[in-house]
């Protein structure tokens, strides 16, 4: 049997592995930060009702700039960060991980390097080697935090041709201080992208878009997978100066963005308030869940986004196991003794609680 390593690979994809979070179909499936509430009934008809419109245009080519999408876009974002967006400053792709790779097509590649700091999100490194840009990773403080001195300083030795700060960071759940942003910018003379996935989480949102004036380098990468719950519809996007939108069309695939995928998220920006009532529901859960696994005696650690990174765990493979067993499916890395848990409904976290109470000797201290 054929296998990779008996192909003409680029030498730089050599021993590199796919993305590969399990793709299983449990009861309560946590592991891949998903909105598990999903879409409202009245969204979800106005929806359809535009899909069905869409279909009968099918035949052409989509809007190659995707102008109302934009425009809806620009919207939405001018009224939840109070900052005044045109929709020349917007960009959009299949998911944010394509968003990432335009950055990178545009502004990466051989001989230059993109950098970040670890843990953080795993397909960054995979973005970056399958452009053939160098990948530097570069290890968090205590407690996976970063310091504007900290971020400088790194920016400043490595000078690399575009970095990335997750916030919150996403395996973490850490959040990061716009004078980061700020310090990250003024260190270097590469492409910043700061990737606000999860932002809509935090308590009080604080995002980058209002640092962009006069700072023609800084992009705000975000998605409407998460909060928006529309994972399935794949609809990343990106906040910019022009000059550095119409740097990206240059890499884009002609007609990237389905018709489809254009009509489904119009529709669901033109209804978001009801889209994200939510992610209320969603903060409280993760409140609900940290402290009932603070109670058993496991770490947890701050987070702002719609999971919890849980340390504390004497055999974390073991413990993966088990509640998998009992059809929940959580998230596993290379971080001894930690999990992954997204915070869901309130059954899907009562679910949990019980599960991980039941493996935890004497419903105190650490599981084994």
Not at 15 to 43: C, K, M, R, S
Request: with cysteine; hydrophobic share 40%.
């Amino acid at each position: 049997m054929v296998t990779l390593s008996d192909l003409p690979l680029r030498q730089s994809l050599k021993g590199q592995q796919p993305y590969g979070a399990p793709q299983l179909t449990v009861p309560v499936a946590l592991n891949v930060n998903e909105n598990t509430h999903g879409i409202p009934d009245e969204v979800k008809t106005e929806i359809v009702e535009s899909l069905s419109k869409a279909v009968a245009q099918s035949n052409r080519y989509p809007d190659r700039e995707f102008t109302e999408l934009r425009e809806s876009l620009a919207s939405y974002l001018s009224n939840t960060t109070g900052e005044s967006l045109n929709p020349e400053q917007i960009w959009a792709a299949n998911g944010s991980n394509e968003v990432l790779q335009h950055i990178l097509q545009a502004f990466g590649g051989p001989g230059r390097s993109l950098l970040s700091f670890t843990p953080t999100y795993s397909m960054y490194p995979l973005l970056a080697g399958g452009t053939d840009t160098e990948w530097v990773p570069i290890p968090r403080l205590e407690n996976y935090t970063l310091t504007p001195e900290y971020v400088a300083e790194t920016l400043k030795k490595h000078n690399p041709a575009v970095a990335i700060l997750c916030a919150p960071n996403n395996p973490t759940g850490t959040s990061q201080s716009l004078d980061v942003v700020k310090a990250a910018y003024d260190a270097f003379d590469g492409i910043l992208i700061v990737d606000e996935a999860y932002i809509e989480f935090e308590e009080e949102p604080v995002s980058a878009v209002s640092l962009l004036a006069g700072r023609h380098r800084l992009a705000v990468s975000r998605t409407m997978s998460k909060a928006f719950a529309f994972a399935g519809v794949r609809l990343g996007y990106l906040v910019a100066d022009p000059a550095l939108i119409d740097a990206l069309r240059l890499v884009r695939l002609p007609y990237h963005l389905s018709l489809l995928t254009q009509v489904a998220a119009v529709a669901a920006l033109k209804n978001y308030p009801l889209m994200l009532q939510s992610v209320k529901s969603i903060t409280q859960q993760r409140i609900r869940l940290a402290q009932a696994l603070t109670d058993l005696g496991y770490t947890v650690n701050q987070s702002g986004a719609n999971f919890l990174l849980v340390g504390g765990f004497a055999d974390a493979d073991s413990v993966f196991d088990s509640l998998l067993e009992q059809g929940i499916l959580i998230r596993k890395f290379n971080i001894p003794g930690h999990l992954r848990i997204t915070a869901g409904t309130e059954t899907e976290t009562t679910a949990v609680i019980e599960a991980i109470t039941n493996l935890t000797p004497n419903h105190s201290g650490q599981s084994n």
